[in-house]
């Protein structure tokens, strides 16, 4: 992945509004606070746009995860290949198999692991590797928002003697950045408590529909638990949860745990 992939109009202007943000915010907003409170937030604020503008670099830059060339699903050691009576997933677009979870995608032309969605904010696919990048950009820029919007707001009160359209303008922005980043924070923490991406969750509800039709009771098969959930995308040690540098625990996405395979697994465990 080059570096032409960062030169889109929306990636451009993605870091035209984080730099300008952060220009009003720790130099409009917070000069008129002279002494430690404002080094501390000023400190704090540049910290978490380090982490946006990383979060941002690697889900920008880092391939998704593509199907090998030589990828051959065996029936007999993975069983996640198998979905809905069908032997195995081929791609008729790309002309290879391709392991569950993986899914075309029409604008990168080829399958990508795991995926969730293309985002064209992103000028990339989001799916296996770049997946934890992009989960930790939103709830960065969630913070970002909410924290933009208590020091401008504090400081507006605090110097509320004469009134500009601007400050009005940039508060309303706030305000729906915070709400939008607010929902898609709630929207990806729903799916990572149930090891779903965006496609699964439509997915489900019809296969949902389809159990419930027959009588039967649809749990998603990589539901694995909650917290194997959360180890399973932002990895085994809570201290790195926060970090979208550590990703080495995600293995190569060929292969997904299921439910069914850890039942098993439990009940070999419990009879050992």
Not at 50 to 72: C, E, F, K, T, W
Not at 143 to 171: D, E, H, P, R
């Amino acid at each position: 992945m080059g570096l032409s992939r960062c030169l889109t109009l929306p990636i451009l202007a993605f870091l035209v509004l984080l730099l300008s943000n952060y220009y009003i915010v720790v130099v409009l907003a917070l000069q008129p606070w002279i002494g430690v409170p404002a080094l501390l937030h000023a400190l704090l604020f540049t910290l978490l746009n380090v982490m946006i503008l990383i979060s941002h670099g690697l889900a920008v830059l880092r391939d998704p995860g593509q199907v090998p060339a030589n990828y051959s699903p065996d029936l007999e050691t993975d069983q996640s290949t198998v979905s809905k009576g069908k032997e195995r997933r081929f791609c008729e677009k790309c002309g290879l198999y391709k392991p569950a979870r993986a899914h075309h995608c029409r604008i990168c032309k080829r399958c990508i692991l795991r995926m969730d969605h293309h985002c064209s904010w992103l000028n990339n696919c989001v799916g296996h590797r770049n997946y934890k990048a992009f989960l930790l950009l939103v709830f960065y820029l969630f913070l970002g928002c909410s924290y933009s919007l208590a020091i401008f707001g504090g400081s507006t009160l605090n110097n509320s003697s004469t009134y500009q359209f601007w400050k009005v303008m940039y508060g309303v922005c706030l305000v729906v950045g915070v709400l939008i980043f607010g929902s898609m924070q709630a929207w990806y923490a729903y799916l990572l408590v149930q090891n779903k991406t965006t496609i699964e969750f439509h997915q489900g509800k019809r296969e949902g529909w389809i159990a419930v039709k027959a009588g039967q009771i649809y749990r998603h098969p990589y539901d694995l638990g909650l917290l194997a959930n959360l180890i399973n995308v932002l990895g085994p040690k809570t201290k790195y949860w926060l970090c979208p540098m550590s990703v080495g625990h995600i293995g190569s996405g060929l292969w997904s745990r299921t439910l069914s395979e850890t039942h098993i697994n439990n009940i070999l465990a419990d009879s050992s």
